[in-house]
Structures are given as C-alpha cells and as structure tokens.
T-cell receptor, first 113, second 115 residues
C-alpha cells in the first residue's frame, strides 16, 4: 500500500485565524489526492479533489475560498482553512489512490476556539 | 448517484467468533469498486479489503473476506476468529472506477469484541 503522512496531527487555533494542513505521499507519486472531513460520530465526506499542477475540484457545498488547496508537487498537497470558525472544528484526512485502492493519512484534528 | 448503506450502528461479538458487517450499495454505474476500512479510536483509516465490480471471486485478505453479492448489491465484510483488537468503527465505501476514484462512505458500524 501507499504511505501517507499528515502534519500537524492536531491543532488548536483561535477563531479568525488560518490553519494549514499538509498531506504527503511518501512512496507514491500522486497526481491526485483527496481531502475528506469527518465530524464527531459521523462518516467521512469528500471535500475536494486535489490535482497536481492545476486547480482543485470542490464538492457541492464546500467553499473553495474558505478551504484553499494547493498541490504543487506529486508528493505534497496542502489544505488551508482560512478564517477558521468553531464550526470548522473537525477531523481532516487526506488520501491517495494507487491503482484501484485508496490509502489515507493519519488525519488532522482541528479545534477552533 | 452512488449510495452506501450500513444498517448496523453497533455490533457486539464474543472473542474468537466470526462476525459479518452488512453493507448494501446503490449505483447505476456498471464499473465500481467496494472498500472496507477500519477506524480505531486514533482516527486513522486502515484499508482492509477491496472488491472490483467485475471481479469473479470474493476478495480475501487474511482474516477478512468480502461477501460480494452483485445481484443483491451487497458487500458484507466477514471477519473470522475475531480478536479484541478488532474493536473499532468499520466503514464500507464505494468508488466509481471509471471516474476520479472519489469514495462515498456508509454511516459506519461500531464493532465491539468482548473477551
């Protein structure tokens, strides 16, 4: 399988600040990465598809100006939560898909106070 | 649109017994993939098993097997000889194999293994 890392693993920030989350594919060159969000006791929901060298594709209802995605290389995608608010507190997790399978990073827990 | 349904919010099983976690799906695509993931309390999503819609045989990975019944649109996960470490949330998911590999997840089943 593919090995995926995320940084930070957890972050606490004040309302109104921006938070950047990194997703790294350590052993697989990922032209596409996916960003999911999971609220407590809920399932995972796809937020956006990160495309290397081009714009991300956002799912319906996800604000692209609030969740900025950059995929500058085949091993790194970043998700920036801009002007974070308490309702953005969630578990953010990225994935890569070598062939037909899909492997996830360890996730980032964001708490906005 | 694709949809995944897991009807068991919680399951309690005695250690060493086999357990079946249910998953049904709905899609109009002829080509798709079905996945099972384990999510322990740490939050990481651990890939367990994959079944392609055109695969003739049921997928198996160690103690995990996927009971794929295409006509019934079901993809149940069977865990044999359950262990205490199997206690976790389990998610069924599907992808459009022809598309961007986006995953749609079910609601999850919390499995508890009792000693």
């Amino acid at each position: 399988g593919a090995v995926v890392s995320q940084h930070p693993s957890r972050v606490i920030c004040k309302s109104g600040t921006s938070v950047k989350i990194e997703c790294r594919s350590l052993d697989f060159q990922a032209t596409t990465m996916f960003w999911y969000r999971q609220f407590p006791k809920k399932s995972l929901m796809l937020m956006a598809t990160s495309n290397e060298g081009s714009k991300a594709t956002y799912e319906q209802g996800v604000e692209k100006d609030k969740f900025l995605i950059n995929h500058a290389s085949l091993t790194l995608s970043t998700l920036t939560v801009t002007s974070a608010h308490p309702e953005d507190s969630s578990f953010y997790i990225c994935s890569v898909h070598p062939r037909e399978t899909q492997y996830f990073g360890p996730g980032t827990r964001l708490l906005v106070l | 649109a694709q949809k995944i349904t897991q009807t068991q919010p919680g399951m309690f099983v005695q250690e060493k017994e086999a357990v079946t976690l249910d998953c049904t799906y709905d899609t109009s695509d002829p080509s798709y993939g079905l996945f099972w993931y384990k999510q322990p309390s740490s939050g990481e999503m651990i890939f367990l098993i994959y079944q392609g819609s055109y695969d003739q045989q049921n997928a198996t990975e160690g103690r995990y097997s996927l009971n794929f019944q295409k006509a019934r649109k079901s993809a149940n996960l069977v865990i044999s000889a359950s262990q205490l470490g199997d206690s976790a949330m389990y998610f069924c998911a599907m992808s459009n194999k022809q598309g961007a590999q986006k995953l749609v997840f079910g609601q999850g089943t919390r499995l508890t293994i009792n000693p």
